[in-house]
């Protein structure tokens, strides 16, 4: 991945030099402007990750530049700076989402880098959840003001667009009903916590403790956690690790509840993997605004992980017919031939092609050819076992991977998907010649049966090209009917014995 970049916008030089002394040993690419009309100019030029803005500047403010930038760069995380009178501007842009994270001057070194990183990270998640590209071309960086530019209204959205225009619209409605757990020792604490957020309408749920909080978190995971540094039973930073340790379970925000003075437990805390943090004692505007932002991550961040997985399941699977691709067919085989060299476990591979399917497709077109392909896969689906792996090898080729199947058990199976084809009937819906337009077709097929161990089947290519053979010897003995590879192929009649 690149280097992070941050645009640093300031209309006072010596607030710029300090910046660049607190985020220059961190690696990120450093780009600077004096105020809101010179960083639109930089912008129009490259994308940042992170957008890190003074609030009080001349002629365009900070909050003014946050939302210019939301509008025209959605995917960049926006840090604003503000002293403890901006609070109540600042969390509510926080609520309304025009910014994604405020410090207030004078900041801690330690606590601004992190919130830099941080923030450049979900940046650069929801970036790939909406499925646009994290970082523009790379430029010089822009080190002296750049001309005052007014940055083009963005296109109004369709009816139809708007939803997907405006992505806060799809998260509402999830953030509204989100599940909240607080973790917290303190009774008079906590109910004042649930009590603040139960006003926005999230289901709150309260652990005492920091045993508790992990049960809960591991049968019924929250959306939020707000977790307690110091709890009775264990350190919160050891409830922290466990919390964020399981990698495969969905991304659960979580915000630390600290002392003013806990700078270092807050470092660690934010190195460990918490999301934010709050020091106490802090107001009911700031905890609903900081849950609101993670919730909107969270949102985004469950997005990506479903994108993912979809896009996954795509890779994997033939489009027309919902079985497994040639390639994964390939993979699995692999996998499964090693296991079973492994193991001593043996493996049948059934090799099967329509037959005469050309003449089907010229004669009935495609879409009926389509049409036969996707109920024949269907049928292969409800015929074999539950651990037998269905592809589509090509065309109108099928491939059936047997694990731990003998040839005894490979006919079975093998004599039951061709007692299935045998009485499947294609209905032809109004295609066709006249005469036939009310008819029913059936469509027969061709195998071939090889398995693994047997003589000079060493590898998982050897076993598709033995299978093969024995399915165009298949097609040579009059099709169907299977053929099974045994050093010599010979022909095997289904259901004759």
């Known amino acids: 991945m690149s280097s992070v970049s941050v645009l640093i916008v300031d209309d006072e030089e010596s607030v710029r030099s300090a910046l660049r002394r607190t985020l220059r040993k961190t690696g990120y690419e450093l780009l600077f402007a004096s105020g809101g ?6 912008l129009e030029e490259r994308a940042v990750d992170v957008l890190l803005s003074d609030h009080f ?33 600042a969390m509510a842009a926080i609520r309304d989402g025009d910014i994604d994270r405020f410090l207030t ?23 790939e959840a909406r499925g646009a590209p994290a970082r523009a071309p790379s430029v010089p960086p822009a080190m002296a003001p750049a001309p005052a530019l007014t940055p083009a209204p963005a296109p109004a959205p369709t009816a139809a667009e708007g939803a ?11 953030v509204a009903a989100a599940r909240v757990l607080i973790v917290e020792d303190s009774r008079t604490q906590a109910e004042w916590l649930a009590e603040v957020l139960a006003r926005e309408g999230y289901e709150v749920q309260v652990a005492p403790d920091g045993r508790e909080a992990i049960r809960r978190v591991r049968t019924e995971p929250p959306d939020l956690v707000l977790l307690d540094m110091i709890l009775p039973d264990m350190d919160g930073l050891e409830v922290l690790r466990i919390v964020k340790a399981r990698a495969d379970e969905q991304f659960i925000p979580v915000i630390l509840l600290s002392v003013k003075g806990d700078l270092d437990s807050r470092v660690a805390g934010l190195r460990i993997g918490a999301d934010d943090f709050l020091a106490k004692p802090f107001a009911d505007a700031e905890i609903q605004a900081r849950a609101a932002a993670m919730l909107r991550i969270k949102s985004l961040q469950d997005q ?47 090799m099967l092609d329509l037959d005469h399917f050309k003449d089907v497709n010229d004669r009935y077109g495609h879409p009926f050819g389509d049409r036969v392909l996707r109920e024949t896969a269907e049928l292969l689906r409800s015929s074999v076992r539950e651990p037998d792996i269905c592809a589509r090898y090509g065309g109108e080729e099928f491939a059936i991977i047997l694990p731990k199947t003998h040839l005894q058990g490979a ?24 005469p036939e337009r009310a008819s029913v077709i059936r469509i027969t097929a061709s195998a071939g049966l090889a398995f693994y161990p047997s003589k000079d089947v060493t590898t998982p290519e050897a076993l598709v090209k033995f299978a ?18 045994q050093a010599q192929s010979y022909r095997y009649d289904a259901g004759v014995r």
């Not at 009309?37 to 930089?42: D, M, T």
């Not at 699995?332 to 049948?348: A, G, I, K, N």
């Not at 053979?469 to 590879?485: H, M, P, Q, S, V």
């Open 37 to 42: 009309a010179a960083a639109l100019g930089v």
């Open 57 to 89: 500047m001349p002629g365009m403010t900070g909050l003014e530049l946050m939302r210019a930038v939301k509008r025209t760069h959605p995917h960049t995380a926006r840090v604003m700076l503000t002293g403890n009178a901006d609070l109540p501007t």
């Open 105 to 127: 001057k004078p900041w801690d070194d330690a606590e601004l880098r992190q919130a830099v990183q941080l923030q450049a990270e979900k940046a650069r998640a929801q970036a």
């Open 164 to 174: 997907s225009a405006r992505p806060e619209l799809v998260h509402s409605q999830q």
């Open 304 to 350: 990506l992980r479903s994108a993912k997985s979809e896009l996954e399941k795509l890779s994997v699977t033939d489009g027309l017919t919902g079985l497994y691709n040639h390639r994964h067919f390939q993979d699995r085989l692999r996998e499964e031939f090693r296991r079973c060299q492994r193991y001593s476990d043996p493996v049948s591979l059934l």
């Open 411 to 434: 006919l079975t199976v093998a004599e039951r998907v061709f007692k299935s084809l045998r009485q499947k009937t294609y209905p032809l819906d109004g295609v066709g010649s006249e």
């Open 468 to 485: 093969d053979e024995a399915l165009y010897r298949a097609k040579r003995e009059g099709r169907d009917t299977i053929c099974l590879y």
